[in-house]
């Protein structure tokens, strides 16, 4: 018995957002999501390379999945990082991420961040992802209650991302049972920020019909004023054969029409043209990706990782492959051959080439720097919390960055993940967003050192986040702490991709500080 999944899927750039950092892909035996940092620089480039490079993924055949999906999560991390070498205005962007791929019997699920996964199994809806977010640690450690977790004026602060901020994320990896007939939601804040829990589970309840659920969904966000994007996916696990049809191209709602010349720009193309190897919807940035070249950042680096991975393997599909496509070029068209020769007889052409190259490099340097000084971040500056105009690189013997102020925040009683991250240096958009992280860090630092531990009543020791009914199946690696309810049976211990730990947040030095 092979199962897939029936998928429907939907994304809007809310009420407030000037465009879509979220990206979706739901296929037959893939779902994915991820929601690019909003405060970041390319929080669309991030998470549409985050879902692209693990669309691949949705085939059939395919060997170790529960390997496969980590090792494309970080494959996709290392390719942002290559971005941002190459694209260092980028430095800074990062996308949560949550996964499910069907391996036989089994599901893989990959989770970092805090978007949601939510599962309806037999009459019961609960969340299976948990949040990985600084409130989270603060109820964890008995110093915040759930209910006082809802409306914190820091539950947004995110601990683990993917991005260029950490080579080998943290992310939580696990292998679930699966039945026939269940249904899961994948959604960003977006969603969960505006709609409550309990409307939510009325709607993924209502009807079998997926398309009007996610239709739904996205409406009461809207209609309850969507601050940020907003993104859905639903999937129900059938038997092959038993699902209903489903479109081979993409499906991209909304999206601005591409131009012609974007949409026939070669690395665009390429990912069309492997995407619509299969049954699939894709939204969101992923979408405006491939359809209308608007991020040739994103579709370049990703259809080159496509290009070398296709060297080492043919890629399976659902579709039978057209084998002969491309031989015999030149037996077919001579012409071809000719226009090579001519080519190679014009010696001038490298040369002016390289000339041109070497102009627009330097152009490109000297707007580079002018636009670097528009730019703002929080780091460190002689043991101090500190806001910096300019981007934290340099070019050659030159840093690209001055002081702007300093604070009077010792960062060595920041929890250790902030010191981390403000060693590293926490990018912001301009001077009123970077004084804000810096206030942000204050209340951090307050927190961290001042916070009572909280006594649930009539108990000891700290409350345990309120959950539904716990999941039923086996579970091997567990997704760690989340700002949202935990099932009482959850998926084992986390698992990493790599060897560094994510940037989380964690108890700091015991300097009280209470009086700053």
């Known amino acids: 018995m092979q199962l897939v999944f029936d998928f429907a899927a939907r994304t809007d750039v809310g009420q407030v957002r000037q465009k879509n950092d979220d990206s979706a892909y739901a296929g037959r035996r893939l779902a994915v999501l991820g929601d690019g940092m909003g405060g970041h620089a390319g929080g669309n480039v991030a998470s549409a390379t985050a879902v692209l490079g693990l669309a691949p993924l949705d085939r059939p055949g395919l060997e170790d999945a529960a390997l496969s999906l980590a090792d494309e999560i970080q494959n996709a991390n290392l390719l942002m990082n290559e971005i941002v070498k190459t694209n260092p205005e980028l430095s800074g962007m990062g996308t949560t991420l949550t996964a499910l791929l069907i391996d036989g019997d089994r599901l893989q699920f990959a989770h970092i961040g805090d978007s949601r996964a939510y599962r309806l199994r037999d009459g019961v809806f609960e969340q299976v992802s948990l949040d990985h977010t600084f409130v989270q640690r603060l109820v964890d450690e008995g110093r915040l209650l759930p209910e006082q977790a809802k409306t914190h004026p820091h539950r947004n602060v995110i601990a683990r991302v993917l991005g260029d901020s950490d080579a080998s994320p943290e992310v939580d990896l696990a292998t679930l049972d699966i039945h026939v007939g269940e249904r899961w939601l994948l959604c960003s804040d977006g969603l969960t920020d505006v709609v409550s829990l309990e409307e939510i589970e009325e709607v993924v309840r209502s009807t079998e019909d997926l398309d009007a659920i996610t239709d739904i969904l996205v409406r009461r966000t809207l209609e309850g004023g ?201 990018p912001a958009n301009d001077l009123a967003h970077a004084e804000s992280i810096v206030e942000s860090l204050r209340s951090m630092a307050r927190a961290h050192n001042c916070f009572p531990a909280v006594t649930a009543p009539g108990g000891k020791g700290s409350p345990s986040p309120s959950a539904s009914a716990s999941p039923s199946g086996k579970a091997t690696p567990s997704p760690s702490a989340s700002a949202s309810p935990k099932p009482s049976a959850k998926p084992s211990t986390s698992a990493s991709t790599g060897s560094a730990p994510g940037p989380s947040v964690a108890p700091g030095p015991t300097t009280t500080i209470c009086g700053d």
């Not at 500190?386 to 060595?412: C, F, K, M, W």
């Open 226 to 426: 969507a601050p940020d994007n907003v993104t859905v996916a639903v999937v129900d696990v059938r038997e092959e054969g038993t699902e209903k049809p489903h479109p081979s191209a993409p499906v991209t709602r909304p999206s601005p029409a591409p131009s012609e010349a974007a949409a026939d720009a070669p690395s665009a193309a390429l990912l069309r043209q492997d995407l619509e190897r299969r049954p699939h919807v894709l939204v969101g940035a992923a979408a405006l990706a491939t359809e209308t070249g608007q991020l040739p950042v994103v579709t370049a680096h990703t259809a080159e990782s496509r290009a070398l991975a296709a060297d080492d393997a043919p890629a399976a599909t659902d579709e039978p492959a057209d084998s002969e496509k491309h031989l015999g070029a030149d037996e077919d068209h001579p012409e071809a051959g000719s226009a090579r020769k001519r080519e190679r007889n014009r010696p001038w052409m490298l040369p002016a080439v390289l000339g041109v190259l070497v102009l627009l490099v330097a152009l490109v340097g000297t707007l580079g720097y002018m636009w670097t000084q528009t730019r703002y971040y929080v780091g460190e500056d002689n043991g101090k919390v500190a806001v910096y105009n300019g981007v934290s690189q340099r070019l050659g013997p030159v840093r690209l960055s001055h002081v702007q102020e300093t604070s009077s925040i010792d960062v060595a009683v920041l929890p250790e993940n902030a010191r981390q991250n403000v060693s590293r240096s926490i």
